[in-house]
């Protein structure tokens, strides 16, 4: 996985997780749900690198 990549892909996650843990604490049901949706992107992204390294090696 690209350096690069990674970083996107773990502060997709992070960014995401802080916005769903703060939109849950001020019952925020959208920002909770559009911060779940930024760190399943995070997830994603870091998943599709993972594959890509996999079919290089």
Do not use: I, P, T, Y
Request: hydrophobic letters at 35%.
């Amino acid at each position: 996985m690209s350096a690069s990549e990674k970083a996107k892909a773990v502060a997709e996650q992070a960014g995401g997780k802080v916005k769903k843990e703060a939109g849950r604490a001020v019952g925020n049901e959208s920002a909770a749900a559009e911060g779940a949706a930024k760190e399943s992107k995070g997830d994603l992204r870091g998943a599709k690198e993972k594959a890509k390294d996999a079919f290089k090696h």
